[in-house]
C-alpha cells in the first residue's frame, strides 16, 4: 500500500533551517507528482512546494526565495529545505501526492512533522 513518511521537522530559531524528508513506498514513485503542504493551528492546509515527475517546481509566494523542494528518485524520496525560517512557518507539515503521469489517483497524506520557529 501507498505510505509516506516524513522526518526532520523540529524546533530552530528563527533565521534558521531545517531540512524535512519524505519517504514514499508502495508506488511508482518516479513518475509522481509530489507536494508539501502545511497547517498552523487554526488555519486551513496550504501548499507550500510542489514537484513534478518531470522536475519542475513551484512555491507559494510566502515562500519564495527560502524553501526548495527537489526530490531522489533513486531513494523514493521528496525533500524540503527550508531556510531562513521565521515564526510564521510554524506548522505541521505534511507530504502529498495525488497524481502521475497517467492522472488524478487519489489523495495520498503522510502524517506530518512539526516544525516550530521560534523568535
Known amino acids: 500500500q501507498v505510505q509516506l513518511v516524513e522526518s526532520g521537522g523540529g524546533l530552530v530559531q528563527a533565521g534558521g533551517s531545517l531540512r524535512l524528508s519524505c519517504a514514499a513506498s508502495?508506488?511508482?514513485?518516479?513518475?509522481?507528482?509530489m507536494d508539501w503542504y502545511r497547517q498552523a493551528p487554526g488555519k486551513q492546509r496550504e501548499l507550500v512546494a510542489a514537484?513534478?515527475?518531470?522536475?519542475?517546481?513551484n512555491y507559494a509566494d510566502s515562500v519564495k526565495g527560502r524553501f526548495i523542494i527537489s526530490r531522489d528518485n533513486a531513494k523514493n524520496t521528496v525533500y524540503l529545505q527550508m531556510n531562513g525560517l521565521r515564526p510564521e512557518d510554524t506548522a505541521v507539515y505534511y507530504c502529498?501526492?495525488?497524481?502521475?503521469?497517467?492522472?488524478?489517483?487519489?489523495?495520498?497524506w503522510g502524517q506530518g512533522t512539526q516544525v516550530t520557529v521560534s523568535s
Open positions: 502529498h501526492t495525488d497524481r502521475n503521469k497517467l492522472g488524478y489517483t487519489g489523495d495520498f
Open positions: 508502495g508506488m511508482a514513485f518516479s513518475i509522481r507528482n
Open positions: 514537484i513534478s515527475s518531470g522536475g519542475s517546481t
